[in-house]
């Protein structure tokens, strides 16, 4: 008797095929734009994670280096135990000593030396590199990651860059992608892979008496006028630790579908106060600034690089202003120096101290 094989199952019909692929595309878009917001969740935890560090070692600088708020030390004419032979006597320029110290720093902790990494003349480190100087009291390895924001792809991909490729910082520009190449032959281009996300608020180390202070008409064009000083402040000049910001990061990066410049009112970004909190601040909600050389007049600026010119690009963003396109300096220059508050934003009132050397603003 010759038994059969019971044949009982049917084929899958197109229609059947088709649901099924349906289904899992919408799964598949439920879950992703999920999965994209809690990237973006870690990364933003990653920058208030980055600036709580920060915040911790503005504290811990202050006790070992008599209660002052970290950033370069060194001064004209000084001279300094150092290895690099070029850079033991500092010039005659206070401005030109601290960019001595931060190329220092810099060939110290990364291992480079003076044909790798040559020293860069007319530079001011101050806004973008004091991080050096913590950086240094870490005895941070460089590049470090540490200061950079996790959605800065341009920063991260220069220090991949000079890392994983072994590529000298003298020679970035020339590797470099175009996209985020440099200007021309920026000799001085070497030092982005060293840069920062975030930023020192111009308070933290200008202590110039007013109508000396530095002017920042754009952010990447820096004007010192003569009597500028910079350097040597005292963290106990904070009256307000917990309403002043000391350190901010320049783009929004993480709160949006593109990236934009810090400085609309739109924006929210991560700021971490002089008492070590970190905060995500709506930027139109924080005090509008002031010019630091005429606390009555509205501090302004504007950012002066042409974005959509790819032999110029710094921190690529999808919206940032142009010279027509100025924004209110915010907390990064303003009439209060380093004793008056920037969050909340409120009524405030003018105080003008004896020596007319700082003039504070505060809420009452």
């Known amino acids: 008797m010759k038994v059969g094989i019971p044949f009982n199952k049917r084929a899958v019909t197109l229609i059947e095929l088709l649901v099924v692929i349906a289904i899992i595309a919408l799964l598949v878009g439920i879950l992703l ?15 208030q994670t980055n600036m709580k560090q920060f915040g911790t070692v503005l504290g811990s600088y202050s006790a070992d280096f008599q209660d002052r708020v970290f950033g370069f030390t060194w001064r004209k004419n000084g001279n300094y135990d150092t290895d690099w032979s070029d850079l033991a006597k500092a010039p005659g320029d206070d401005v030109a ?39 240094d009291y870490l005895a941070a390895r460089l590049p470090e990651k540490m200061v950079v924001s996790p959605f800065d792809r341009a920063r991260l991909y220069w220090q991949r860059m000079v890392v994983d490729d072994d590529v000298k910082p003298v020679d970035f520009f020339f590797d470099c992608p175009l996209t985020y190449r440099p200007t ?3 000799v001085g281009a070497h030092r982005w892979p060293f840069g920062s996300s975030y930023s020192l608020s111009i308070a933290s180390f200008d202590k110039s008496r007013l109508s000396q202070r530095l002017s920042v008409a754009a952010w990447n064009s820096v004007y010192t006028p003569g009597g500028c000083s910079l350097g040597d402040r005292k ?4 009256t307000f630790p917990g ?22 009112d739109d924006c929210r970004t991560p700021v971490v106060m002089f008492d070590s909190s970190v905060q995500v601040v709506s ?18 600026y504007f950012w002066d690089y042409d974005y959509n010119n790819a032999t110029s690009i710094y921190m690529p963003m999808k919206r940032s202003p ?38 504070f603003s505060t809420a009452y």
Not at 33 to 47: Q, T, Y
Not at 328 to 339: C, F, I, K, N
């Open 235 to 238: 963290f106990g000049d904070v």
């Open 322 to 359: 142009t010279g027509s396109d100025q924004l209110a300096s915010r907390w990064a220059m303003t009439r209060s120096g380093l004793r008056g508050v920037d969050l909340p934003s409120g009524k405030t009132k003018t105080i003008a101290d004896s020596k007319n050397t700082e003039v």
């Open 97 to 135: 000593a601290a960019a001595y110290q931060a190329v220092a720093i810099i060939r110290n902790r990364s291992g480079n030396d003076a044909s790798t990494f040559p020293k860069i003349s007319s530079w001011i480190p101050h806004i973008w590199y004091s991080h050096l100087v913590a950086q």
């Open 33 to 47: 734009p999920a999965l994209g917001e809690a990237r973006k969740s870690a990364k933003n935890l990653i920058d």
């Open 184 to 186: 021309g032959t920026n």
């Open 243 to 264: 309403q002043k910001v000391a350190m901010w990061l320049t783009a929004e990066r993480g709160y949006r579908k593109y990236e934009s410049f810090y400085g609309y």
């Open 283 to 300: 930027v139109g909600n924080a005090n509008p600034g002031a010019d630091p050389n005429d606390p009555m007049t509205p501090g302004t």
